[in-house]
């Protein structure tokens, strides 16, 4: 079995980041560029690239999130870019776990027949797997801003948010020509796009927080993730990776039995995502136990 690694996301101000960066399974940091920032891009990336291990800044492009703040009762949420979709449709909030009807698309504004009875909050991703969906553009203010940092203190990994086309990493290299860029398939349209990978674009990443919600039908996910793997065998596994450790000191079982199951069908490197990785405690343990899971079934091969 290949050496297992794991790729951690760092929240920005955390004052535990050396004792992650410092553990053997980690081979990357993570930044989402959804969190918010007290500083200049360029001040972060600089402290961040300086704990040691290769720092890949998680841009949003198409991905679909919220503008501003609805509060409920609502009938509309804004949305990160301007949209077309055939209504009325489904949109799926809270990683899938919620749902509203929408109505009608304004531009970038969803008219809700119903929503979630709480509040939605900037920065939340929204799921619309309807296949007529159409995203206009794809790199947001923010995205921009932050590779023009990477510019500045001479950083190059990218990792990109809902690839679904040679097109959306042209853009990234439109403004940094020599990026490397590792491309999350979080989309149906992504996942045909990976069928056809073109290991020069970049590495692929299974990102199953949004992909289980596009897929649609549940079961669709394992599929979907042979078919990853299949198109790049070194590719990475994100999302969903022990999250009942954010809330408990002890793993759930049929999590344990997910890890088994992603190093079975081959992955070996597995990116953790931000509720786990908020708090020390509950990121270590999360690296302790996937270290675990993999000398068991070494063990048992």
């Known amino acids: 079995m290949r050496a297992v690694q794991a790729l951690v ?15 053997p399974l980690v081979a990357g940091l993570r930044l989402n560029t959804v969190m918010p920032l007290a500083e200049p891009p360029a001040v972060v990336l600089t402290r961040l690239a300086a704990l040691g291990p290769p720092l890949w800044v998680d841009l949003k492009s198409r991905q679909l999130r919220v503008a501003e703040a609805a509060l409920p009762p609502y009938t509309a949420v804004r949305l990160s870019h301007r949209i077309h ?5 489904d949109a799926f909030f809270a990683d899938g776990r919620q749902h509203a009807r929408i109505a009608a698309v304004e531009g970038d504004r969803l008219i809700l027949e119903d929503g979630p009875r709480r509040v939605i909050g900037p ?5 619309i797997p309807h296949p007529s969906l159409r995203v206009e553009g794809t790199l947001t203010e923010t995205d921009r801003a ?6 500045e203190t001479g950083q190059r990994r990218v990792m990109l948010s809902y690839v679904e086309s040679p097109a959306d990493v042209e853009a990234v290299r439109e403004h940094l020509p020599d990026a490397e860029i590792l491309l999350k398939i979080e989309s149906r349209r992504g996942l045909a796009f990976a069928r056809t990978h073109d290991a020069r674009l970049g590495r692929l990443v299974a990102a199953r ?6 897929v649609v039908e549940p079961h669709r996910i394992l599929g979907a993730l042979r078919d990853v793997l299949t198109a790049d065998p070194q590719a990475i596994v994100a999302s969903r990776l022990f999250p009942s450790l954010a ?4 793993p759930e079982a049929a999590e344990i039995g997910d890890a088994a199951f992603l190093l079975a069908l081959g992955y070996r490197t597995f990116l953790l995502g931000d509720e786990v ?22 063990n048992r091969t």
Request: hydrophobic share 50%; proline share 8%; glycine share 4%.
């Open 9 to 23: 996301t760092v929240p920005p101000y955390a004052p535990f980041l050396a004792d992650v960066a410092a553990h």
């Open 85 to 89: 979709v055939h209504t009325p449709t």
């Open 123 to 127: 920065g939340e991703s929204v799921n």
């Open 146 to 151: 932050y590779l023009a940092a990477m510019r």
């Open 209 to 214: 927080g949004d992909l289980f919600v596009e």
């Open 247 to 250: 809330r408990h000191p002890v």
């Open 277 to 298: 990785c908020l708090q020390r405690d509950s990121v270590l343990a999360a690296l302790e136990l996937l270290a675990a899971v993999a000398r068991e079934m070494e």
